[in-house]
């Protein structure tokens, strides 16, 4: 699987089409004035980021807290809305949705989110039974309320839910319970792109392990595309196909899974790389630890924006930006010392 989706992610030979293309897309927030006559200042969440997913494919997206990830994400689904840029699915340009009320519809329709909190993103008032039917009768996906019930007793059978539990409130379930219900949930207007919003983060690391496996299966039988968005480079290692590194706001990487555990890789990567817990078995890499704290998102650095904590860092990497260049087949990196494949 991660061999022919990584194939089709490089994919210019196969002529296969991204499902999802990103294009110098940036969202600031603007800060709140102290003085009447301060300059006005902006939080740089996401800026100038650019990237396509292709069907079939996992995209992992992965960076320390406060990299912009989930920012991102919700600006590509309209969430909030971009500064600037340009939001492309299949091929139509849906930035912040300005299209017309079908178009929309079908358009949330078809790209869902599945969110870190299970718990927080079902109403506890309401039965789980009625928060995954509600959705198939708004979107057309069942005609009745009997057939609706019918539907998500099945979905809830796929992830391995009883079918009885279609009566029971969220308070009643477990965290890994409560994050298969969000999925079913997201699946009951069957979608085709799912973007996961640190789906596992706060599940314990066995139940981690089946809702990732889960996901795998999941998007076998139902020909899903993931966009996957953790901070834990070992979870982004086990799913994805291909791998985007942020760091402040800005892309410091993107690669196939094979490259982006290679030698030639950004000293970001390399960090996040070396901070993979082992089996105590296993030879220890040894530990890159990066010094200082992470930069202002109101005043990023100059130059790159991990100049200030690089161990490679020189004189120009604190005056000019690096651009993001092409290193390797489908293999992008923002560094003035990256080393192009021969």
Do not use: W
Not at 159 to 183: A, M
């Amino acid at each position: 699987m991660r061999e022919e989706a990584t194939t089709a992610a490089g994919a210019e030979t196969a002529d296969i089409q991204p499902i999802l293309r990103v294009e110098h897309l940036t969202k600031l927030f603007p800060v709140k004035k102290k003085k009447l006559i301060e300059t006005k200042r902006f939080v740089h969440a996401v800026e100038d980021v650019s990237f396509d997913v292709y069907p079939g494919e996992t995209l992992g997206i992965v960076g320390e807290s406060g990299s912009g990830k989930s920012t991102l994400a919700q600006t590509i689904l309209a969430l909030t809305p971009a500064t600037s840029g340009e939001v492309y699915y299949d091929g139509k340009k849906i930035t912040n949705f300005k299209v017309g009320g079908a178009g929309r519809k079908k358009l949330r329709q078809e790209m869902q989110m599945i969110f870190q909190d299970p718990y927080a993103s079902l109403n506890p008032k309401i039965k789980v039974g009625d928060a995954i039917a509600e959705p198939m009768l708004v979107n057309g996906q069942a005609k009745s309320r009997k057939e609706a019930e019918e539907k998500a007793k099945h979905l809830l059978e796929t992830v391995g839910l009883r079918p009885e539990v279609y009566d029971r409130y969220p308070h009643e379930f477990s965290g890994g319970q409560r994050q298969r219900i969000g999925i079913v949930r997201s699946l009951s207007v069957n979608p085709r792109l799912l973007f996961c919003d640190e789906s596992v983060s706060a599940l314990d690391v066995s139940v981690q392990a089946q809702i990732l496996n889960l996901f795998n299966d999941l998007k076998k039988a139902f020909h899903l595309t993931y966009v996957f968005i953790g901070h834990d480079l070992a979870v982004i290692r086990y799913i994805s196909d291909r791998i985007l590194v942020m760091y402040l706001g800005k892309i410091m990487e993107i690669a196939s899974y094979d490259d982006l555990f290679g030698e030639n890789t950004h000293p970001y990567t390399q960090a996040l790389v070396s901070a993979i817990p082992e089996p105590s078995t296993a030879p220890r890499t040894q530990r890159i630890l990066l010094e200082g704290d992470i930069p202002s998102v109101v005043n990023p650095p100059k130059g790159c924006r991990f100049c200030q904590r690089c161990f490679k860092a020189q004189a120009v990497c604190f005056e000019q930006e690096p651009d993001l260049k092409e290193v390797g087949k489908g293999h992008l990196i923002r560094c003035h010392f990256a080393k192009e494949a021969e």
